[in-house]
Protein backbone atom coordinates (compact mmCIF):
# COMPACT_ATOMS: atom_id res chain seq x y z
CA UNK A 1 0.00 0.00 0.00
CA UNK A 2 1.24 3.49 -0.98
CA UNK A 3 1.30 5.70 2.19
CA UNK A 4 1.17 9.57 2.55
CA UNK A 5 2.99 11.45 4.85
CA UNK A 6 2.17 15.54 5.27
CA UNK A 7 2.14 18.33 8.15
CA UNK A 8 -0.22 19.75 9.81
CA UNK A 9 0.84 22.85 11.32
CA UNK A 10 3.71 21.56 13.22
CA UNK A 11 3.03 17.57 13.66
CA UNK A 12 3.05 14.93 10.72
CA UNK A 13 0.27 12.56 9.96
CA UNK A 14 1.14 9.23 8.13
CA UNK A 15 -1.84 7.59 5.99
CA UNK A 16 -2.93 5.35 2.61
CA UNK A 17 -2.07 7.60 -0.32
CA UNK A 18 -6.04 7.10 -1.15
CA UNK A 19 -9.13 6.75 0.96
CA UNK A 20 -11.93 9.08 2.74
CA UNK A 21 -13.70 8.80 6.11
CA UNK A 22 -9.87 7.58 7.50
CA UNK A 23 -10.09 6.54 11.31
CA UNK A 24 -7.30 8.96 13.09
CA UNK A 25 -5.07 8.42 15.95
CA UNK A 26 -2.74 10.29 18.42
CA UNK A 27 0.03 8.39 19.64
CA UNK A 28 2.29 9.38 22.83
CA UNK A 29 5.22 7.55 23.01
CA UNK A 30 6.69 6.48 26.34
CA UNK A 31 9.77 7.07 28.03
CA UNK A 32 12.37 6.38 25.08
CA UNK A 33 11.46 9.72 24.11
CA UNK A 34 10.62 11.41 20.92
CA UNK A 35 13.62 10.84 18.80
CA UNK A 36 13.79 6.89 19.28
CA UNK A 37 11.59 6.32 15.81
CA UNK A 38 8.43 4.03 17.87
CA UNK A 39 5.98 6.57 17.22
CA UNK A 40 6.79 6.88 13.86
CA UNK A 41 7.28 3.16 13.13
CA UNK A 42 3.33 2.59 14.91
CA UNK A 43 2.52 5.10 12.97
CA UNK A 44 3.22 3.98 9.86
CA UNK A 45 1.66 0.29 10.63
CA UNK A 46 -1.39 1.85 11.37
CA UNK A 47 -1.40 4.23 8.02
CA UNK A 48 -0.70 0.60 6.26
CA UNK A 49 -4.01 -0.58 7.75
CA UNK A 50 -5.92 2.67 6.25
CA UNK A 51 -5.76 4.85 9.26
CA UNK A 52 -4.49 8.67 9.78
CA UNK A 53 -2.13 8.57 12.72
CA UNK A 54 -0.04 11.26 13.94
CA UNK A 55 2.85 10.48 16.45
CA UNK A 56 2.99 13.41 19.03
CA UNK A 57 6.42 14.34 20.52
CA UNK A 58 7.09 15.43 24.09
CA UNK A 59 9.44 15.56 26.33
CA UNK A 60 12.99 16.18 25.53
CA UNK A 61 15.98 13.09 23.86
CA UNK A 62 17.54 12.70 20.42
CA UNK A 63 18.86 10.64 17.86
CA UNK A 64 21.27 8.78 20.59
CA UNK A 65 19.27 8.59 24.34
CA UNK A 66 16.44 9.29 25.96
CA UNK A 67 15.83 13.20 27.87
CA UNK A 68 13.93 13.97 30.78
CA UNK A 69 10.15 14.10 30.85
CA UNK A 70 8.46 17.20 33.51
CA UNK A 71 6.03 19.48 32.76
CA UNK A 72 4.26 18.22 30.16
CA UNK A 73 1.02 20.20 29.08
CA UNK A 74 -1.25 17.96 28.40
CA UNK A 75 -3.69 20.65 26.71
CA UNK A 76 -1.44 20.25 23.84
CA UNK A 77 -2.05 16.54 23.33
CA UNK A 78 -5.79 17.37 22.87
CA UNK A 79 -4.90 20.76 20.29
CA UNK A 80 -3.39 17.75 18.07
CA UNK A 81 -6.24 15.53 18.69
CA UNK A 82 -8.52 18.20 17.61
CA UNK A 83 -6.16 19.71 14.69
CA UNK A 84 -5.97 16.04 13.33
CA UNK A 85 -10.08 15.98 13.48
CA UNK A 86 -10.30 18.36 11.15
CA UNK A 87 -8.50 16.56 8.48
CA UNK A 88 -10.26 16.38 5.54
CA UNK A 89 -10.08 12.58 5.36
CA UNK A 90 -10.86 12.15 8.96
CA UNK A 91 -13.83 10.79 10.73
CA UNK A 92 -13.19 10.43 14.21
CA UNK A 93 -9.97 11.07 16.31
CA UNK A 94 -8.68 8.67 19.09
CA UNK A 95 -5.96 8.43 21.28
CA UNK A 96 -3.17 5.40 21.95
CA UNK A 97 -0.26 5.83 24.33
CA UNK A 98 2.27 2.88 25.69
CA UNK A 99 4.03 2.47 28.91
CA UNK A 100 5.00 5.89 30.26
CA UNK A 101 2.35 6.88 26.97
CA UNK A 102 -0.32 4.78 28.68
CA UNK A 103 -1.15 6.30 31.64
CA UNK A 104 -0.94 9.86 29.88
CA UNK A 105 -3.44 8.87 27.41
CA UNK A 106 -5.75 7.96 29.95
CA UNK A 107 -5.40 11.12 31.69
CA UNK A 108 -5.82 12.95 28.91
CA UNK A 109 -9.12 11.29 27.82
CA UNK A 110 -10.51 11.37 31.11
CA UNK A 111 -9.97 15.28 31.54
CA UNK A 112 -10.62 16.84 27.66
CA UNK A 113 -14.52 16.89 29.32
CA UNK A 114 -17.03 16.69 27.18
CA UNK A 115 -15.87 18.67 24.22
CA UNK A 116 -13.08 16.60 23.65
CA UNK A 117 -11.64 15.39 19.90
CA UNK A 118 -11.11 12.05 21.42
CA UNK A 119 -13.43 9.44 21.28
CA UNK A 120 -11.85 5.93 21.96
CA UNK A 121 -8.60 5.58 23.94
CA UNK A 122 -5.97 2.49 24.13
CA UNK A 123 -3.22 2.37 26.25
CA UNK A 124 -0.23 -0.49 26.31
CA UNK A 125 1.37 -1.35 29.44
CA UNK A 126 1.23 1.96 31.55
CA UNK A 127 0.82 2.51 34.89
CA UNK A 128 -2.26 2.61 36.59
CA UNK A 129 -1.33 5.74 38.43
CA UNK A 130 -0.06 9.47 37.69
CA UNK A 131 3.42 8.85 37.34
CA UNK A 132 6.53 11.60 38.33
CA UNK A 133 8.82 13.46 35.77
CA UNK A 134 11.06 10.43 34.31
CA UNK A 135 15.13 10.96 34.09
CA UNK A 136 16.61 8.65 32.51
CA UNK A 137 19.83 8.62 34.68
CA UNK A 138 17.63 7.71 37.56
CA UNK A 139 16.02 4.80 35.92
CA UNK A 140 19.21 3.31 34.44
CA UNK A 141 20.46 3.44 38.10
CA UNK A 142 17.42 1.29 39.04
CA UNK A 143 14.85 3.92 40.00
CA UNK A 144 11.57 2.79 38.88
CA UNK A 145 9.45 5.00 40.31
CA UNK A 146 6.52 3.10 41.02
CA UNK A 147 5.32 4.84 44.41
CA UNK A 148 6.36 8.65 44.12
CA UNK A 149 5.94 10.56 46.60
CA UNK A 150 2.88 13.55 45.93
CA UNK A 151 5.50 16.08 46.04
CA UNK A 152 8.05 14.90 43.56
CA UNK A 153 8.75 16.49 40.19
CA UNK A 154 5.42 16.45 38.21
CA UNK A 155 5.33 15.13 34.79
CA UNK A 156 2.32 17.01 33.79
CA UNK A 157 0.52 20.25 33.84
CA UNK A 158 -3.10 21.26 33.09
CA UNK A 159 -3.50 24.52 34.48
CA UNK A 160 -6.68 23.55 37.10
CA UNK A 161 -5.87 19.97 37.14
CA UNK A 162 -3.32 19.94 40.22
CA UNK A 163 -4.49 17.83 42.44
CA UNK A 164 -5.65 15.27 39.41
CA UNK A 165 -2.34 15.01 38.18
CA UNK A 166 -0.70 14.69 41.52
CA UNK A 167 2.15 12.07 41.05
CA UNK A 168 1.27 8.88 42.79
CA UNK A 169 -2.74 9.45 42.65
CA UNK A 170 -4.58 6.67 41.04
CA UNK A 171 -5.77 7.85 37.42
CA UNK A 172 -8.53 10.34 37.10
CA UNK A 173 -10.40 6.99 35.73
CA UNK A 174 -14.12 8.47 37.04
CA UNK A 175 -13.95 10.92 34.70
CA UNK A 176 -13.13 8.62 31.55
CA UNK A 177 -16.30 7.93 29.82
CA UNK A 178 -14.92 6.74 25.83
CA UNK A 179 -14.71 3.15 25.11
CA UNK A 180 -10.70 2.03 26.40
CA UNK A 181 -8.40 -0.94 25.14
CA UNK A 182 -5.85 -1.98 27.13
CA UNK A 183 -2.95 -4.23 26.59
CA UNK A 184 -0.58 -5.53 28.18
CA UNK A 185 2.21 -8.93 28.87
CA UNK A 186 2.11 -11.12 31.63
CA UNK A 187 5.64 -11.05 31.76
CA UNK A 188 6.55 -7.05 32.10
CA UNK A 189 9.41 -6.57 34.33
CA UNK A 190 8.66 -2.47 33.80
CA UNK A 191 5.25 -1.91 34.67
CA UNK A 192 3.70 -5.09 36.84
CA UNK A 193 0.92 -6.11 34.14
CA UNK A 194 -1.49 -6.52 37.31
CA UNK A 195 -1.34 -2.14 37.03
CA UNK A 196 -3.63 -2.80 33.49
CA UNK A 197 -5.69 -5.62 35.32
CA UNK A 198 -6.25 -2.72 38.11
CA UNK A 199 -7.39 -0.44 35.11
CA UNK A 200 -9.87 -2.98 33.58
CA UNK A 201 -11.22 -3.84 36.85
CA UNK A 202 -11.78 0.02 37.84
CA UNK A 203 -13.40 1.17 34.42
CA UNK A 204 -15.60 -2.27 34.32
CA UNK A 205 -16.78 -1.38 38.30
CA UNK A 206 -17.95 2.21 36.80
CA UNK A 207 -19.40 0.80 33.36
CA UNK A 208 -16.99 2.09 30.97
CA UNK A 209 -16.78 -0.10 27.90
CA UNK A 210 -12.92 -2.49 27.90
CA UNK A 211 -11.72 -4.55 25.69
CA UNK A 212 -8.77 -6.23 27.38
CA UNK A 213 -5.83 -7.90 25.86
CA UNK A 214 -3.45 -9.86 28.02
CA UNK A 215 -0.61 -11.64 25.74
CA UNK A 216 0.72 -14.72 27.78
CA UNK A 217 4.43 -14.45 28.52
CA UNK A 218 5.41 -11.11 26.69
CA UNK A 219 7.08 -8.10 28.18
CA UNK A 220 7.04 -4.70 27.91
CA UNK A 221 7.06 -4.80 24.23
CA UNK A 222 5.32 -7.82 22.19
CA UNK A 223 7.81 -10.06 20.33
CA UNK A 224 7.19 -9.05 16.94
CA UNK A 225 5.83 -12.54 15.88
CA UNK A 226 3.38 -11.53 18.50
CA UNK A 227 3.01 -8.06 17.54
CA UNK A 228 0.49 -8.72 14.67
CA UNK A 229 -2.10 -9.73 17.43
CA UNK A 230 -2.36 -6.33 19.23
CA UNK A 231 -2.60 -4.67 16.04
CA UNK A 232 -5.55 -6.46 14.86
CA UNK A 233 -6.90 -6.22 17.86
CA UNK A 234 -5.96 -2.36 18.08
CA UNK A 235 -7.23 -1.71 14.83
CA UNK A 236 -10.50 -3.58 15.22
CA UNK A 237 -10.91 -1.50 18.53
CA UNK A 238 -10.51 1.94 16.56
CA UNK A 239 -12.32 0.82 13.61
CA UNK A 240 -15.28 0.01 15.81
CA UNK A 241 -15.22 2.75 17.82
CA UNK A 242 -14.55 5.55 15.51
Known amino acids: MALSLEMMGEWPV ?15 HGSEGPMAGWAHRFAAILAAHGMLAL ?19 LR ?19 LFGWSFGGG ?17 VASHAGADF ?13 HRLRDPAPDAPRA ?23 PVFLSVGDADPIWPHQQTLNVAAALRAQGTPVDLLVAAGQGHGYDFDREPEL ?7 FGGHL
Open 14 to 28: YGPADGTGLPGVVIL
Open 55 to 73: PYSYGTGDFWAAGRIAGVD
Open 76 to 94: GVVAAGARLATHPRCRGAG
Open 104 to 120: MALTVAALQGAGGPFRA
Open 130 to 142: VTAAFDPEDFRKG
Open 156 to 178: FLWPGEEAALTPGAPLPLDRLTV
Open 231 to 237: WARLLAF
